[in-house]
């Protein structure tokens, strides 16, 4: 789908209508047209900056680039996974981007050599939306499960200082928290494979339909991204339990 394939005058119908009914909030909630103004202009802003990059990535076309693009996707992850963690999260940089670079490089490989079949692994018309998905995910997924882990781990300190004290090693005494931060970390994933499609088609798999793909493709595809997406959840949040045992985490 190319941008001449946009009726201009069907684009100014569907606005105008969408603000007319946005101006029903005028009568009723003058608050929440603040709020719609305010989330439209950040949301075209964010895609703005959005399409510049991805539009030099692709203009540029080098390796470069898209390394440059992968290390922005994983700094940003990284970022947003830790700073809902209230206290500390200065701390938790270092193995969220370790988790985020493995899982994102495993994971992403893995979609990538599926996806690719008679055309080369590592080309930005594949490489540019892969990293972002997967990115994406993760910042919601890790994020939950760190969130979890550390606050399991300040709330039960009594409890395992007890256990250790009858002889359980620091594995054990962690276990409880382990299981419910991959719970939090996979149940973003569950949530989007469970969810009723025929009643919400999901956006990757109606954009694929918008660019030309088949129905089947397009299946295909996104059970492939489904399949990638929780992969990298619970490879990210086990190398994220790792490294912060293995820096010396607070009990």
């Known amino acids: 789908m190319q941008i001449g394939d946009i009726s201009p005058w069907g684009a100014v119908v569907l606005l105008l209508l969408t603000g007319l009914s946005v101006s029903l909030f005028l009568f009723i909630d003058r608050r929440m047209v603040q709020r719609l103004w305010r989330a439209a202009l950040i949301a ?10 991805v539009w030099g990535v ?7 680039a898209d390394a440059a693009w992968v290390v922005l996707m994983v700094c940003g992850a990284t970022f947003f996974s830790v700073q809902r963690v209230s206290w500390g999260w200065q701390r938790l940089l270092l193995p969220a981007g370790a988790a985020v670079s493995v899982a994102l490089a495993l994971s992403g490989v893995c979609l990538l050599w599926a996806l690719s079949s008679g055309s080369p692994l590592f080309t930005h018309h ?7 998905l997967l990115a994406g995910q993760l910042t919601v997924s890790l994020g939950q499960g760190i969130q979890t882990y550390v606050s399991s781990l300040r709330n039960t300190k009594a409890h395992q200082r007890y256990l250790q004290a009858n002889g359980a090693t620091r594995l054990e005494t962690i276990i409880p928290s382990v299981r419910r931060a991959l719970r939090a970390s996979a149940l973003p994933s569950l949530r989007a494979m469970a969810k009723p499609v025929l009643m919400s088609l999901p956006l990757v798999f109606c954009g694929m339909l918008l660019c030309g793909a088949s129905p089947v493709a397009a299946v295909l595809a996104v059970w492939l991204l489904h399949a990638a997406v929780l992969l990298a959840a619970i490879v990210a949040q086990m190398v994220f339990f790792w490294l912060y045992e293995k820096m010396g985490a607070e009990g």
Not at 44 to 53: K, S, Y
Not at 58 to 64: G, K, P
Not at 126 to 132: C, E, H
């Open 44 to 53: 075209t802003f964010q895609l703005a900056v959005l399409a510049a990059l």
């Open 58 to 64: 692709c203009r540029v076309d080098t390796w470069w």
């Open 126 to 132: 594949l490489l540019v939306p892969v990293a972002g």
